[in-house]
């Protein structure tokens, strides 16, 4: 089915420190995936994807890991900063229905200076 | 760096009224989407469009709700008879291709009375 979730609703970390945002879903056959940070009063921002075919993509101190044995995707952030501070989003994108996104409950990252 | 724009910010009306909610795509880009965001809860897909007709739309999009692209830059969302429910933060998004990034607006602020 279509079920885009996350395990922690939310994330306290000290800046400076690497922050992890877990993600699970439930459909086998998907094979794209992106995070998005949302910061409050806008819309969503994309900040990595990644494919069934790779196990890591690495951005601008962030990495997306998929473990599609377990069906469980992370964001780490490196050096996490104050400008960090938003809700992150995973999401599943469906080529066949309109690319349409599915996103995710959401986790919400606090940076604690 | 061009991007979607969307108006009003924050529309209020009464329950059992019709809304229309504007967005500018960004202007190279073919495909469009609206999503929605109530309070504290994960963003939903409503619609996509491309080629003047509807992709792909959820359970979500039933008869109360139409898109139109009305000419070469409005992409608008009309609810025609709102209820207390369609309050929400809806988001409009658009892409260059399907399978290109989503660019999200900063979204209206939808409140039903």
């Known amino acids: 089915g279509e079920s885009v979730g996350l395990h922690l609703p939310t994330l306290s970390v000290q800046e400076g420190d690497n922050s992890i945002i877990n993600c699970a879903y439930s459909?086998?056959?998907?094979?794209?995936f992106i995070w998005y940070k949302q910061e409050s009063g806008k819309g969503p921002q994309f900040i990595i994807d990644i494919r069934s075919n790779m196990d890591k993509r690495q951005g601008q101190r962030v990495t997306v890991l998929l473990n599609k044995t377990v069906k469980h995707l992370s964001l780490q952030i490196a050096a996490t900063q104050p400008g960090d501070s938003a809700v992150y989003f995973c999401?599943?994108?469906?080529?066949?229905?309109?690319?349409?996104?599915?996103f995710g409950q959401g986790t919400e990252l606090s940076v604690k200076p | 760096e061009p991007e979607v724009t969307q108006t009003p910010s924050h529309q209020v009306t009464q329950m059992g009224q019709e809304v229309i909610l504007r967005c500018v795509p960004i202007?190279?880009?073919?495909?469009f989407y609206w999503y929605r965001q109530i309070l504290g809860q994960k963003v939903e897909f409503l619609v996509s469009?491309?080629?003047?007709?509807?992709?792909?739309k959820s359970e979500i999009f039933d008869d109360q709700f139409s898109v139109e692209r009305p000419d070469g830059s409005n992409f608008t969302l009309k609810i025609r008879s709102t209820k207390l429910e369609d309050s929400a933060m809806y988001f409009c998004a658009s892409s260059e291709r399907q399978i290109y990034e989503q660019y999200f607006g900063p979204g209206t602020r939808l409140t039903v009375t």
């Open positions: 999401a599943e994108r469906f080529y066949n229905q309109g690319g349409k996104l599915i």
């Open positions: 469009f491309y080629n003047n007709e509807i992709s792909e």
């Open positions: 202007s190279n880009h073919l495909y």
């Open positions: 459909n086998s056959a998907s094979d794209y």
